[in-house]
């Protein structure tokens, strides 16, 4: 039974909290008994329980697993099978993820239950921003919130990102009124589908309310930026629109015209001159505290690859504070930080004890993947080389300072399922852990919801080495970085080519490398390609070869901080500022793809 508040009443949110944290082991040991009670006689766990719902044969006998693990269930619920695969309560939708599985988005079941779940959470996250912030109820929040596109399944189930999921639910469009969350923008320029029209709509809605605008954001620091970009590029339009009282022929969802001009009303000249003048000078340095005034802070995500964009959001706020307030995930929601107002760097996030049940599996300081081990069916587990056998720990049971990959048993049909996050303790509040977020598990490059590994980058850079060898030209060695200096930020592969049989640098066809940019490209994953074409979240990726022996002095920098010469790979991708300049001290060629991959929505083939 979820607890239930009313949102307006910051006393009883914190009073929840506090319930909640302090009671951490009690509320999870209930949470993995409601579980299991309720999921018994599923198929998946009947597989392993014989009707023993007790915790301790729970861990010794549901095996830890991944997404490949799970993925037939899956496939055979989006074909039509019966829920009760996985769950005893109906899965209402699929939410995909950002990860993915063969190239196409992994996919998570939800039910109408958790929707709840999300619905409170989100309401949990305003009592603390209350507690460090006055006077939210005293205006409007422009927070820049965007749909992405979603297919049936066969069964007739949806799949769409968690986001757009919780965006056309019910529980957000008829939502009750909060005093303290009121957005600037209508949810009918939220809801559209043309995310140009969205972007448009939304911003220009923020422009004529900027009086009462008390605080701005996005979901991630990079869609943010994307929007002062967009600014930018239509700021004289967003001006006549505001002068002219109208709004431009472009603009043709029916919904959004109508919200946009409920609240344009009439012409404000005044208006516009006042922005075409904040605008007007030869930087936008600070342009959001300009443009709104009254703005306390941005509420943006800014851990793990978002924390890349943090010089460019400074840059642009004018000292305001960067604020990340929640962590969550399509396979659930997790925590809130408690202390909204703390440097980006120092951001931890207090996981809520009734969302899911929580295990970690600890990883050295390395962060070092760890690996079930099978004879324990996943009880415990060991590093690569099989030493030093650990097991899966409990929420309470985590020590501070210890890395750990987060595990979850969801309401919604996932039990003991590796998310891929790479989790830093630093410390308690009450009686439930902290936790920084590190990295996400594997991933290599990151520019917005896209999440490359190492693998499918190498898989990427091969079909295109299929073009480059019947010229005679090897590719000896290869990395990358995401580059974020440009918005959207975009993927630069290094390349050190040369002919076969000689050292010599081959003669570098423009058209040849283009395509390989473009062949790269094609063969990276569908959240790549779908921000790409779809989102525009994403530049054209860009190619720079290498003089002969780049990869050499990369080798002997690593080297002279502290890696081994015995043990030293070539990083697949390059995050210190040192080594980007070595490398790009040697480039010798620059090439783009010109033209954006192919994408469309992804399709489940019935079996």
Same mark, same amino acid.
């Given at each position: ?9 910051n006393?009883a ?10 009671n951490?082991?009690?509320?999870q040991?209930?949470?993995l ?14 597989s392993?329980l ?6 301790e ?10 997404y ?10 989006a074909?039509g099978?019966?829920?009760s ?7 209402t939708?699929l939410l995909?993820?950002?990860?993915t ?14 929707l709840?779940?999300k ?5 949990l ?6 507690k ?11 927070y820049?919130l965007?749909i992405?596109?979603?297919?049936s ?9 968690v986001?757009t ?5 019910n529980?957000?469009r008829?939502?009750a009124?909060?005093?303290?969350n009121?957005y600037t ?5 939220i809801?559209?589908?043309d995310?140009k ?7 220009l809605?923020?422009?004529v309310?900027r009086?009462?605008?008390?605080r ?7 869609a ?7 600014l ?5 339009e967003?001006?006549s629109?505001?002068?002219?009282g ?5 603009i043709?969802?029916? +919904? ?7 609240i344009?009303?009439?012409p404000n ?5 006042l922005?075409e ?10 342009i959001i505290k300009k443009?709104?005034p009254?703005t306390?802070?941005i ?5 793990g690859s978002?924390a890349?964009y ?7 706020s004018?000292g305001?504070?960067l604020v990340?307030t929640m ?7 997790l925590?809130i930080?408690f202390?909204?107002l ?9 996981l ?12 050295d ?9 099978v004879?324990? +069916?996943?009880?415990?587990?060991t590093?690569?080389n099989g ?10 049971d985590v020590?501070?300072?210890h890395?750990?990959e987060?595990?979850?048993t ?7 399922y590796?998310?891929g ?6 410390g308690?509040?009450?009686?439930a852990?902290?936790?920084r ?11 917005d919801?896209d999440?490359?590994?190492e693998?499918?980058l190498l ?6 080495k299929?073009?480059?060898e019947p ?7 290869y990395t ?5 200096a440009?918005?959207?930020?975009h ?8 002919m076969?049989g000689?050292?010599d ?6 058209v040849?490398?283009?395509q390989?940019?473009?062949i790269?490209?094609?063969?990276l ?7 790409r ?11 720079r070869?290498?003089?002969?022996g780049?990869f050499?002095?990369l ?6 901080q502290?890696?081994?010469v ?8 390059i ?12 480039v010798?060629?620059?090439f783009?793809?010109n033209k954006?991959p192919f994408?469309e929505?992804f399709?489940?083939?019935t079996?």
């Amino acid at each position: 039974m979820l607890p239930v508040f009313d949102p307006n009443d910051n006393e009883a949110g914190l009073k929840l909290l506090e319930d909640l944290t302090n009671n951490a082991c009690q509320i999870q040991q209930q949470v993995l008994e409601d579980i299991l009670a309720t999921n018994l006689h599923t198929e998946y766990l009947k597989s392993f329980l014989n009707g023993d719902s007790g915790k301790e044969n729970f861990k010794n006998k549901v095996p830890i697993v991944n997404y490949e693990d799970i993925k037939p269930c899956i496939e055979r619920i989006a074909s039509g099978e019966p829920s009760s695969i996985i769950s005893a309560q109906p899965i209402t939708e699929l939410l995909t993820s950002s990860g993915t599985s063969g190239g196409q988005p992994k996919m998570m079941p939800s039910t109408a239950e958790e929707l709840e779940r999300k619905t409170l959470f989100y309401n949990l996250l305003v009592p603390v921003m209350n507690k460090y912030v006055d006077g939210l109820d005293q205006g409007k929040a422009m927070y820049l919130l965007f749909i992405k596109p979603e297919i049936s399944t066969p069964s007739g189930l949806m799949a769409r990102p968690v986001l757009t999921s919780y965006y056309k639910s019910n529980n957000f469009r008829n939502r009750a009124f909060n005093r303290y969350n009121v957005y600037t923008s209508p949810d009918e320029t939220i809801l559209c589908s043309d995310s140009k029209q969205s972007m448009y709509c939304q911003l220009l809605c923020g422009l004529v309310q900027r009086d009462e605008v008390l605080r701005v954001g996005a979901i991630f620091a990079s869609a943010f930026l994307r929007a002062i970009k967009f600014l930018e590029e239509y700021l004289k339009e967003f001006c006549s629109n505001i002068r002219t009282g109208s709004v431009s022929d472009w603009i043709t969802d029916p +919904n959004c015209r109508k919200a946009v001009l409920s609240i344009l009303s009439k012409p404000n000249s005044e208006l516009a001159d006042l922005i075409e003048d904040e605008c007007s000078g030869k930087s936008w340095e600070g342009i959001i505290k300009k443009l709104w005034p009254r703005t306390k802070y941005i509420e943006v995500i800014v851990t793990g690859s978002m924390a890349q964009y943090i010089p460019t959001l400074e840059f642009y706020s004018g000292g305001l504070p960067l604020v990340s307030t929640m962590y969550g995930s399509s396979e659930c929601y997790l925590g809130i930080n408690f202390k909204p107002l703390s440097n980006p760097s120092d951001v931890s996030y207090t996981l809520l004890p009734n969302m899911a049940f929580f295990e970690f599996l600890p990883v050295d300081n390395n962060h070092k993947e760890v690996v079930p081990d099978v004879q324990c +069916n996943g009880v415990s587990v060991t590093d690569r080389n099989g030493k030093e056998k650990v097991e899966a720990v409990d929420l309470v049971d985590v020590k501070l300072g210890h890395y750990y990959e987060l595990i979850v048993t969801t309401f919604t049909g996932l039990y003991r399922y590796r998310v891929g996050d790479i989790l830093m303790v630093t410390g308690f509040y009450n009686n439930a852990p902290q936790f920084r977020f590190v990295h996400r598990r594997n991933v290599v490059l990151s520019i917005d919801t896209d999440k490359t590994n190492e693998e499918d980058l190498l898989k990427a850079v091969t079909q295109a080495k299929f073009l480059l060898e019947p010229l005679g030209f090897l590719l000896t060695e290869y990395t990358s970085f995401a580059d974020t200096a440009s918005i959207p930020g975009h993927y630069v592969l290094f390349w050190e080519l040369k002919m076969r049989g000689t050292n010599d640098l081959p003669e570098l066809d423009p058209v040849i490398m283009e395509q390989c940019c473009s062949i790269v490209e094609e063969s990276l994953d569908s959240v790549y390609r779908r921000c790409r074409k779809k989102d525009k979240s994403i530049g054209p990726l860009e190619v720079r070869v290498v003089t002969h022996g780049t990869f050499d002095a990369l080798m002997d920098f690593c080297v002279s901080q502290g890696s081994s010469v015995n043990q030293y790979k070539t990083p697949r991708c390059i995050k210190s500022e040192e080594a980007l300049k070595i490398l790009d001290s040697r480039v010798v060629g620059r090439f783009s793809s010109n033209k954006t991959p192919f994408w469309e929505p992804f399709r489940i083939e019935t079996k």
